[in-house]
């Protein structure tokens, strides 16, 4: 197993992590289950920690694909940048997580805190997911064609369209 290979698994763990976590957290704060609560705080530290290496495994994918043909350098460059932003993103959520847990260490209310970063998860979860669906165009080809069916991404529609005259 390469970088490239441990990118394509790892990437699932931030996005699909920070879902369960929302709707667990949704759960938690709506029927007042602390250890719940706590819980998930720290999956969202564990997703926050495993967020850095699916973004430096990251740069060695695009050096597996920038090569192929049929790959667009600007899909690759879109999910780059929308990489950077839900990294930092989730390094705000890992951080309103921590401080959370450090919180009600110190026997403190948490609840005002752990009910900002449950909404700021939603932001994160929005953010991973884009980029999820982003790093999918790369090789996708049939997400391209369904993006350009519905009005999405239509730069790699008529990049697609190009290299099919050619």
């Given at each position: 197993?390469?970088?490239?290979?441990?990118?394509?698994?790892?990437?699932?763990?931030?996005?699909i992590?920070?879902?369960?976590g929302?709707?667990?957290?949704?759960?938690?704060?709506?029927?007042?289950?602390?250890?719940?609560?706590?819980?998930?705080?720290v999956?969202?530290?564990?997703?926050?920690?495993i967020?850095?290496?699916?973004?430096?495994?990251?740069?060695?994918?695009?050096?597996?694909?920038?090569?192929?043909?049929?790959?667009?350098?600007?899909?690759?460059?879109?999910h780059?940048?929308?990489?950077?932003?839900?990294?930092?993103?989730?390094?705000?959520?890992?951080v309103?997580?921590?401080?959370a847990?450090?919180?009600?260490?110190?026997?403190?209310?948490?609840?005002?805190?752990?009910?900002?970063?449950?909404?700021?998860?939603?932001?994160?979860f929005?953010?991973?997911?884009?980029?999820?669906?982003?790093?999918g165009?790369?090789?996708?080809?049939?997400?391209?064609?369904?993006?350009?069916?519905?009005?999405?991404?239509?730069?790699?529609?008529e990049?697609?369209?190009?290299?099919?005259?050619?």
């Amino acid at each position: 197993m390469d970088l490239t290979h441990l990118h394509l698994l790892l990437n699932h763990f931030p996005i699909i992590g920070t879902l369960i976590g929302t709707g667990l957290m949704a759960y938690a704060l709506f029927k007042k289950e602390a250890n719940l609560q706590r819980a998930v705080l720290v999956l969202w530290v564990l997703m926050t920690l495993i967020t850095p290496v699916v973004m430096s495994t990251g740069e060695e994918a695009e050096e597996t694909v920038e090569n192929i043909a049929g790959v667009s350098e600007n899909a690759m460059e879109e999910h780059e940048e929308a990489a950077e932003i839900a990294l930092w993103l989730m390094i705000g959520l890992g951080v309103l997580s921590l401080a959370a847990i450090v919180l009600h260490k110190m026997n403190s209310n948490i609840h005002k805190l752990t009910l900002v970063a449950f909404v700021f998860s939603l932001l994160v979860f929005a953010s991973m997911a884009r980029t999820g669906y982003l790093g999918g165009l790369i090789r996708h080809t049939e997400l391209n064609a369904a993006g350009a069916a519905g009005g999405g991404n239509e730069a790699a529609a008529e990049e697609g369209e190009e290299e099919e005259e050619h």
